[in-house]
């Protein structure tokens, strides 16, 4: 069965920004793999490190089984997703466990450091998959086959210089905005700790009004996810692009292939 990895830095972000893609996916038949390389630790005003990391870490396997997709527990903590050779070989570990035929990720340039780092471990991992001699841990075998990478859109749509990104592809998410919503609600413990540190009105609704944005781009969708293809050399033999033929009826391509 075709698979997909979903990797993101914190607990949360899958959800915000590639959710409604993943889960037109497994209405499609793939497997689905879920993982944030950070813990939650700073995401808080009232708990204690330890209690954080347990209820966002629940939060995030919710989240995943509410999807139907794999989970793979966190790394490190927040702000420590550092691109650094003990934090690749986990990283590494794991991709080479899910095996996917496509790998989602954030976008390369996006508000905040973490989730810059987590593009470079992601995609590091995934050029590397076939080495033997890469070290990983826990030790696993190589992954041979091919695999393609896409970059969700960064928060708000706007880049660290608050650049707007448009996307290579839209990718209709309005049949499933509800299950999309209902995934990021479950992130309860981020309500008001991001309406407090980050001005959000209303975490839920921040992230349909982006979603909706995204679609207004599209000039077709009223909800979307928007996507970048990866350059392929060193990750699949030729140029091929499973995402939008898989999701055909729900895509829409803006940049000519």
Known sequence: MPTVFALASHPDDIEFVMSGTLLLLKQ????????????????????????????????ARKAAASAGAVFHEPLVDDYCVFYEKETLAKVASVYRQAAPDILLLQSPNDYMEDHQNAVRL???????????????NPPVPP????????HAQPHSNRDMLRQ???????I???GVMEQKKAMLAL???????????????????????????????SGRFEFAEGWRRHNHI?????????????LRNFCFVSVPR
């Not at 793999?33 to 990391?53: F, K, P, Q, V, W």
């Not at 413990?189 to 995204?214: F, I, P």
């Open 28 to 59: 499609h038949g793939w497997d689905l793999h879920y993982m944030n390389i950070a813990n939650g630790s700073l995401g808080t005003e009232e708990y204690s490190r330890e209690d954080i990391i347990r209820i966002r870490t629940e939060e």
């Open 122 to 136: 992601g995609i590091s991992a995934a050029f590397c998959r076939g080495m033997p001699n890469m070290p990983v």
């Open 143 to 150: 992954v041979g086959k091919d695999v393609v990478l896409y």
């Open 164 to 170: 707007l990104v448009r996307p290579d592809f839209y």
């Open 172 to 174: 209709d998410i309005s």
């Open 187 to 217: 992130h309860e413990s981020q309500k008001n700790w991001l309406d407090v540190s980050q001005g959000m009105d209303s975490y839920v609704n921040s992230m349909t009004e982006s979603a909706k944005e995204t679609g207004k781009l």
């Open 234 to 246: 060193g990750f699949s033999k030729t140029e091929t692009d499973p995402l939008t033929e898989v």
